[in-house]
Each structure stands twice: as C-alpha cells, then as structure tokens.
C-alpha cells in the first residue's frame, strides 16, 4: 500500500483535461494506463517498479469510493477536487448546487468529533 501512489494518482488526474475525461468514461482503464504511462515514473529521468496500486487502492479509485479514501488517509483535498470536477455537474442538475459536496459531507459525517485518519505518508 502507498497513500503517495494513490495520492500521486489523483493530483495528477486532476491536473489534465484529457486524463479527467478518460478517467470518467472509462475508471478502470484509465488507472491501468495511468500506471503504466506516468505512475512507474519517480521523476522525469527515473522509474521505478515496485510501485502499484493494492486491489483495495484501486477498487476504491475505479468506483470513486471517496469515503474508503478518506478512511484509508489519502489526501481528502485531492479526491474532493478531482470529484467535484468529474460529478458536480450531474448533481447540479439532478438536485441543485452542491450537491455534490453536500453528499460527500453527510456521509463523512460520522467522522465528526472523532481523530481523523492521517494523511502522512
């Protein structure tokens, strides 16, 4: 398990265009072009091999499963952006403005006045 993997995968979803609409069509398939495209590389002159996604990781990535994520310590910042830009719009339309987040509060809800769960690496 590696909260930077996961963590390294959704800041860098979230940061193109073209890789938020894949990852929307197609969740599964996108995580396993992601690994092999851009996840391996440790930074532009480096890869790396040892890293990849537990079948939990990427469970929860390929249905979005935000409250795993934020029990497993991945950063909540990253996800809920990444979220909002993949589902906001269909829960704006279907029951108003954020809605989305809306959601996602009720039902982290349960976490209130308990410790969270870290997101240390």
Avoid: C
Wanted: overall charge negative; charged content about 25%.
């Amino acid at each position: 398990m590696s909260k930077y993997y996961v963590n390294k995968f959704l800041y860098t979803i979230d940061r193109d265009p073209e890789w938020v609409a894949r990852y929307k069509e197609d969740p599964a398939g996108t995580i396993e072009l992601w690994e092999k495209e851009v996840g391996s590389w440790l930074n532009s002159t480096e890869k790396t091999s040892w890293l990849s996604f537990t079948e939990d990781e990427r469970r929860a990535l390929e249905t979005y499963d935000y409250v795993w994520l934020f029990e497993y310590g991945a950063h909540f910042f990253l996800y809920l952006t990444l979220f909002i830009g993949l589902f906001e719009d269909e829960y704006t339309q279907a029951t108003g403005p954020l809605s989305y987040q809306r959601e996602w509060a009720r039902r982290l809800a349960p976490w209130i006045g308990k410790d969270y769960p870290s997101v240390a690496l």
